[in-house]
């Protein structure tokens, strides 16, 4: 097809085609720049959908889901703070992989550390109590991050009544158990101490010792120097 050359194209359409172009120009100047808004964090399908979705390998089906949780909070043009995610569904993803995968360690280690990490102690309780309700579900594999949910109560929450329920728990599932060592089944006699407890202190420390579980003579003499020391420190409190 042969085009018309420009300078036969009558003078006033030529002057209406650069009267468009210019108010085209002037239009998108004149628009606000567009601001980035986030995507609200949906709640995740039941756990029955993830199976059949997952085509028989609901292992990696949990890696992908919680990868893209992680990445949740980086959408194009935004970067969201952990701290204004809706937690309850930020919870409810990290239940979902974990019952897609029930060996995964990082769902656990997501919530202690990197979510539960927000200076928001609302926030970080709710974390750290998904931590405790999994715990007992698999004690043996998921202690690391209840003994961590302890620290983060007694010292960046300052709630020892909470952490000495984190220990609690530790100690009691801890028994007869070789997969979760010694220090971690013996938090809550610091917290007792660091509560002021140092009777009942005094008391799980002498139990510890007569149980006759404690074989390394290191571990024991650390014990029977901690359980004197306690001893000194009642007595100066009753002088």
């Known amino acids: 097809m042969m085009q018309r050359p420009w300078h036969v194209v009558p003078r006033p359409l030529r002057w209406m085609v650069l009267l468009a172009l210019l108010m085209q120009m002037g239009w998108r100047a004149l628009q606000p720049a567009p601001v980035p808004r986030a995507d609200d964090l949906h709640f995740p399908p039941d756990v029955a959908v993830l199976r059949l979705a997952s085509l028989g390998d609901p292992v990696v089906s949990a890696k992908l889901l919680m990868l893209w949780l992680q990445l949740y909070d980086n959408q194009p043009g935004i970067s969201i703070p952990f701290r204004e995610l809706d937690y309850v569904r930020v919870e409810a993803w990290l239940a979902r992989i974990l019952s897609l995968d029930p060996r995964a360690q990082y769902p656990l280690l997501a919530a202690s550390r990197l979510y539960g990490a927000v200076p928001d102690p609302a926030r970080q309780r709710r974390m750290l109590d998904f931590v405790y309700r999994s715990f007992f579900e698999d004690p043996g594999r998921r202690w690391p991050w209840l003994a961590h949910g302890v620290i983060v109560a007694r010292h960046e929450l300052q709630d020892p009544a909470l952490a000495l329920k984190y220990a609690g728990a530790l100690a009691d599932k801890a028994q007869g ?63």
């Open 177 to 239: 158990r070789a997969d979760i060592p010694a220090w971690a089944r013996q938090m809550h006699i610091f917290v007792l101490e660091d509560m002021g407890h140092l009777e009942a202190a005094r008391i799980l420390i002498g139990g510890l010792l007569e149980s006759g579980r404690i074989h390394d003579p290191h571990e024991r003499r650390f014990w029977y120097e901690r359980l004197a020391w306690l001893e000194r420190q009642q007595d100066k409190s009753r002088e």
